[in-house]
DNA sequence: ACCTGAACACCGTTCAAGT
DNA sequence: ACCTGAACACCGTTCAAGT
């Protein structure tokens, strides 16, 4: 991951009194306007100017969009508490927390789960969850290879049903009071079917 | 949907010599060039050049991009043999092919699965399929409701694992000889679920 | 050294002007 | 009636020129 080290001295205000750029507050107001008009009219310059400054200051923090796309997706998976979950309790109680914070923090952003959907690697802190999730699987009795097998399986099953949530959802409305009710029948087939892989 | 009711007469050559334009083989086109040059570097105006045609003609059959995608996507899904899958076996086995059959055919094409993954329908086709797949599962003794959120449970983690394929995977490469095995595993846990709801 | 914004090489889409 | 391509209003990104 690209470090940044600048961040925390930028954090400051600037000598215009204008809060300081970062990675992390650049990357916050991209969520922002990406939540505000879709993903569609979003675009770099107005990230600068919405931002009050030079329309390419965002250049400075970011190689590209593709970096800043990086950025909003770590910004999306840091809304996940996952110091909130119960940590001890089963290991189905964990994996079935995780998913519901995981498409709850999607669907706050739906306009954003097109993004975060097509990062190659969405967050190193999405990452570390899923190391330490699959580290609690193995220490349950499941063998490694498939502790890591589950993570994906679930994140992939989560990813797309709010990608697909998201996509058909008309801007500013709700299609049917019981969508996406169908989550927890997906969710509870699969932790079923885990149960007999022990 | 949109008809195309040009189609028909289109498909014959056209007074020049050129095989006349229609939705389908723009949009087939248009699915060659993405696998060509991955989706970032797709343009309309490409599209038309490619197509040795005026690079706006392609507006003539299509309102814009994002009705030109729904084509793609159609273009794409109609790689799955519907008729293949063994409709006489059990309801598992049909499963289990379908989503087979969908992976692979998304996996033929990773630089247009997010195009396939964000549309609001992905083909009328696919809707279609899954109204079919849903009836089946009803004959089997699952209820209506149940019936269409197997099915769509079963899509949304299929092409949830598709599109984290797809955007891992180095252009030209693989990660790994057995990358995206954990699909399976998946897929039968999901469906042992399923065999408890009945 | 840092910052700016003009400039480049494109886009998607429209529409007046042609045939 | 159909077709064309110039024109409009943007893009992402670079980089020479300023301070």
Redesign the pocket.
């Known amino acids: 991951m690209t470090t940044d080290k600048g961040d925390a001295a930028a954090a400051r205000p600037?000598p215009h009194g204008r809060p300081g750029l970062n990675r992390r507050n650049i990357a916050a107001a991209a969520l922002a306007l990406i939540d505000a008009g879709g993903l569609g009219?979003?675009?770099?310059?107005?990230?600068g100017t919405g931002l009050g400054?030079?329309?390419?200051?965002v250049?400075?923090h970011?190689?590209?969009?593709?970096e800043?796309f990086d950025g909003v997706a770590q910004a999306l998976f840091e809304e996940v508490d996952i110091e909130a979950l119960d940590w001890d309790g089963t290991w189905r109680t964990v994996l079935e927390q995780f998913c519901r914070e995981l498409r709850d923090a999607l669907l706050r952003h739906p306009h954003a789960v097109p993004v975060f959907a097509t990062r190659r690697t969405p967050s190193w802190a999405s990452v570390d969850c899923g190391v330490r999730v699959a580290r609690m699987l193995q220490a349950d009795g499941f063998a490694p290879a498939r502790s890591v097998h589950m993570v994906l399986c679930l994140r992939e099953f989560t990813t797309g049903h709010a990608l697909s949530q998201a996509v058909s959802r008309p801007v500013g409305g709700h299609l049917d009071p019981h969508e996406g009710h169908h989550f927890e029948v997906g969710l509870m087939a699969m932790l079923d079917g885990f149960e007999g892989l022990r």
């Open positions: 600037s009219s979003f675009s770099m310059r107005k990230l400054v030079d329309p390419m200051a250049y400075r970011f190689r590209d969009q593709d800043l």
